[in-house]
């Protein structure tokens, strides 16, 4: 006697290939988007998209703490997120900077699992994209291109933001005496006001 064919679950799992596949391209065309894989190939591309996964965030829910152990670094597709650091004896945080789409937090992560050094929250419902820094070093250790050429890429923007911050540094020095003449100016300024009179001419 024929049975009739169980046609539910290959739909279903068509189903699930689908939303898988449809995800994956989407986390390739966000990590095209990051200066540290604009030089990988599809291929690459696939091979790195497929240890990444989705994060959803509501408002002000936290991404992490400052402290906790950088275990992935994270792409934000969309939304809006806060850089916030606790300082003083009551850990009052304070808001650093805003980030927009296509920013990266927690990059140091691929380098290191140095904890991190100041929270991120969310400003607004947020979507980004997380790549485990475990899988990824696996990747490395398994001698995968894709991950090195990443390495290699993410290796240039820290060093432009190095000289990027070498050269604000240099300004802000620059800036610091100048102020600081201005400051012994008006001093002087002042003390030649309080010490001299019309009487003393």
Not at 102 to 118: F, H, Y
Not at 182 to 190: T, V
Request: charged share 30%; with cysteine.
């Amino acid at each position: 006697m024929a049975t009739a064919p169980k046609s539910a679950p290959p739909a279903r799992a068509r189903r699930t290939s689908s939303k898988t596949s449809a995800k994956n391209t989407r986390f390739q065309e966000v990590l095209r988007s990051l200066p540290f894989a604009r030089e990988l190939n599809a291929t690459e591309l696939n091979e790195i998209s497929s240890i990444c996964t989705e994060v959803l965030l509501k408002r002000h829910e936290y991404l992490f703490r400052d402290g906790d152990t950088g275990d992935a670094f994270y792409v934000l597709e969309e939304g809006l997120l806060e850089v916030v650091k606790a300082t003083g004896d009551d850990q009052t945080e304070h808001l650093l900077a805003s980030l927009t789409p296509r920013c990266v937090v927690g990059e140091m992560a691929i380098i290191s699992r140095a904890t991190r050094s100041a929270s991120i929250r969310a400003g607004a419902p947020s979507l980004l994209v997380r790549v485990d820094a475990r899988q990824f070093h696996k990747l490395l250790d398994e001698g995968n291109i894709a991950a090195y050429r990443m390495i290699l890429g993410f290796a240039q923007v820290l060093s432009n933001r190095l000289q990027l911050m070498d050269k604000k540094l240099v300004e802000m020095l620059h800036k610091q005496k100048e102020d600081e003449g201005l400051q012994e100016f008006a001093k002087f300024k002042a003390r030649l006001e309080r010490d001299w009179s019309l009487d003393d001419i």
